[in-house]
Nanobody, 125 residues
Framework: QVQLVESGGGLVQAGGSLRLSCAAS????????MGWFRQAPGKEREFVVA??????????RYADAVKGRFTISRDNAKNTVYLQMNSLKPEDTAVYYC????????????????WGQGTQVTVSS
């Protein structure tokens, strides 16, 4: 069992930055791929980014909408994954969810086994 708790959301102006954190409890954190998804009002939950630790390096995958602006990282010693979000746009406004998967670097919601409760990110224009 893995429990995930997100933090770091808030209100920011367009062009600003936020860093989200996802703290995981449970064992073998390093064996899970970790992902971030987001869901805006009236829209489906969409993939943002995922990372998998390969023992000596990480494999990442980004959605096109966030490439060059968002960066995912993980600290296996702290069982925490981070999402650094720069150059934020109003269309980035959503509830952001952290998730854990036994897959490689999955990009769809059914491939994830555990989910956090979400944290709201609001970007004003």
């Amino acid at each position: 069992q893995v429990q995930l708790v997100e933090s770091g959301g808030g209100l920011v102006q367009a062009g600003g930055s936020l860093r989200l954190s996802c703290a995981a409890s449970g064992r073998i954190f390093s064996r899970y791929a970790m992902g971030w998804f987001r869901q805006a009002p009236g829209k489906e939950r969409e993939f943002v980014v995922a990372i998998r630790w390969n023992g000596s390096s990480s494999t990442t995958r980004y959605a096109d909408a966030v490439k060059g602006r968002f960066t995912i990282s993980r600290d296996n010693a702290k069982n925490t994954v981070y999402l650094q979000m720069n150059s934020l746009k109003p269309e980035d406004t959503a509830v952001y969810y952290c998730a854990a998967s036994r897959g490689i670097v999955p990009t769809t919601t059914p491939e994830y086994d555990y989910w956090g409760q979400g944290t709201q990110v609001t970007v004003s224009s």
